[in-house]
């Protein structure tokens, strides 16, 4: 028996010293930096809270804590509401199921450099898809990636993030949609009840726990948006305003092309209190909704 636990031992120390050196290590390393001043050539020194006083009160953090927050706000229920859509009509009894479910799911994994220069392309003021469409009915053409309303800026790049994101959320909501009882279904079916009332009455309330999880997940990926800016913009320092500039830009901006390994530290502790707070505010509303019986 001992000779077992000590095999158990070995056979879990590679998990174990990953999980040291590349997880607990950077965590607390982050934390000790955020105290500091570091180049990544010469020894920190400590500075106490001074990075954590500049970061809050310099107005370019805010604006980008501004920026992610309107991102969120457009991405996370869009890109659920469609989702759950999605996955509610792929659940049903038509032909092709499989081509349209690999069609929702390509976005997932193309590159953001591809799908860049497509929503690029896309939002074009002048050859662009979206305002020839508008064009054709009547509307004016919009500037989407350079207007002077930054909220329409961070509005068409959430639209383009759904785009991309949406696949993944639909396969986690038709995963559950399939695991409501079909006899239920057939019951309430056989009873009377509408394809809405067995929408929202039964395949909902089952599935409301993925749901929630998805929402979670979103949340997350939303305040974590970089490569969807990356993407659209190109460079961090020529390519994005100010303006439309999210958290994990100025905080790769900061840390990998000015070398401000302090502030940028102080700041990702400072999104990452941001995150924990909305998602424990999810976490309050999850029993009036979420139902896991």
Known sequence: MHKQGY?????????LINLVVFVFFPIGFSAYIAFTQWDLFNPPRWVG????????????FWISVRNVLVFAGIFVPIQTLFAFIIAYLLNQSIRGKSLFRLFY????????????????????????????????????AVHWLDNKHWWVVIASVAIANVWKGIGSSMILLLAGMQNVPKEML???????????????RIIFPLVSPMLYMVMILSTI???????VFLGMFGSVTAGIPEQHMVTNLIIYRDAFLF?????AS????LLFVIILSITLFQRYFEKKWVHYD
Not at 186 to 200: Q, Y
């Open 7 to 15: 095999w158990g031992y070995i056979f879990t120390l590679p998990f």
């Open 49 to 60: 809270l001074d990075n954590w006083i500049r970061t809050l009160s310099d107005p370019p």
């Open 105 to 140: 799911f390509m976005p997932v994994v193309t590159p953001w450099i591809a799908g860049g220069i497509l929503w690029v392309w896309l939002y074009n003021y002048r050859f662009g898809l979206i305002n020839w469409l508008l064009g054709s009915v009547g509307i004016d």
């Open 186 to 200: 057939e019951a309430a079916a056989i009873d009377g009840a509408t394809r809405w009332v067995r929408l929202t």
């Open 221 to 227: 990926a939303a305040f974590q948006a970089f490569d």
């Open 259 to 263: 070398f401000k390994m302090g502030p």
């Open 266 to 269: 102080a700041m990702a502790w």
